[in-house]
């Protein structure tokens, strides 16, 4: 089971990237899936295709570390101490 507040927050978060809509107050009110463009109905049922003839290839997607020029670019917007 989930914490409230949380499932609450990941559901607005699917509304906000355009995959849901809510009805209602956040947190209280209804979610369904409605996403806002073709482009990302495509890409859900892609993601449901490939989670279902291949699960454990998604999952390795989503856990793999990024290749090393993504790394570098995000490594370059860290927020360091002067000297560190």
Same mark, same amino acid.
């Given at each position: *089971?989930?914490? $409230?507040? !949380?499932? +609450?927050? &990941? ?20 979610? *369904?899936?409605? $996403?806002? !463009?073709? +482009?990302? &109905? ?23 570390? $990024? ?18």
């Amino acid at each position: *089971r989930g914490n $409230p507040a !949380s499932v +609450a927050g &990941r559901l607005e978060d699917l509304v906000a990237s355009g995959l849901a809509t809510r009805e209602g107050d956040a947190g209280d009110g209804v979610y *369904r899936y409605a $996403p806002k !463009s073709a +482009a990302l &109905r495509a890409a859900t049922i892609g993601l449901a295709e490939m989670y279902r003839t291949k699960p454990i290839s998604l999952v390795k997607a989503i856990y793999a570390r $990024p290749p090393a020029a993504v790394q570098s670019f995000a490594d370059a917007f860290r927020v360091r101490k002067p000297g560190t």
